[in-house]
């Protein structure tokens, strides 16, 4: 049965083997999808140019490497107006601190996930925030103390749950 994206449940268990593992051997991969290697790594070809896989990156465990500041902070606009969602998006996107930033309905519009080297590198980047012509009405900045949990969904059971 074919998913309503293109794609079957072996292309699933590809995409879930590399989610989990990253780049793997055509053997490897083969072997977790229980797949013949060249068929296998046919898909995985296609599924690549097709834009289902945008990269490869490694885990880092950050706290072993540096000692870092990780604040999460809410947004939210002074308009509801696209061109003003487009020029904070297009800033954000080009703010090598800010890790993640997701878009939300309700009562703010963003949240973000930033790590500096300390609190001070922190502020002088929401101060530089706030002196762009980006519209914010308002934030709220909350300082994390630990990591709890930072993953990826599980794929394959989305995808079932998905069906049902």
């Known amino acids: 049965m074919r998913e309503r994206q293109g794609l079957d449940p072996t292309d699933i268990r590809i995409l879930s083997a590399v989610q989990k593992h990253g780049q793997l051997s055509k053997t490897k991969l083969a072997e977790l999808v229980n797949?013949?290697?060249?068929?296998?790594?046919?898909?995985?070809?296609?599924?690549?140019a097709a834009g289902y896989i945008r990269?490869?990156?490694?885990?880092?465990?950050?706290?072993?490497?540096?000692?870092?500041?990780r604040v999460v902070v809410t947004v939210s606009l002074t308009h509801h107006r696209k061109s003003d969602f487009d020029r904070f998006e297009t800033y954000i996107r080009s703010i090598d601190e800010v890790i993640n930033c997701v878009a939300t309905g309700g009562g703010i519009d963003y949240i973000m996930t930033l790590v500096t080297p300390n609190l001070s590198a922190f502020q002088a980047l929401m101060d530089d925030?706030?002196?762009?012509?980006?519209?914010?009405?308002?934030?709220?900045?909350?300082?994390?103390?630990?990591?709890?949990?930072?993953?990826?969904?599980?794929?394959?059971?989305?995808?079932?749950?998905?069906?049902?």
């Open 55 to 69: 990269g490869y990156h490694a885990d880092i465990a950050l706290e072993r490497v540096v000692d870092a500041t």
């Open 129 to 164: 925030l706030l002196s762009e012509d980006l519209a914010v009405d308002r934030y709220m900045t909350y300082f994390a103390t630990r990591l709890i949990k930072a993953e990826q969904p599980n794929l394959a059971k989305l995808v079932a749950q998905n069906r049902l």
């Open 35 to 48: 797949l013949s290697a060249t068929p296998c790594w046919a898909r995985l070809t296609r599924l690549r």
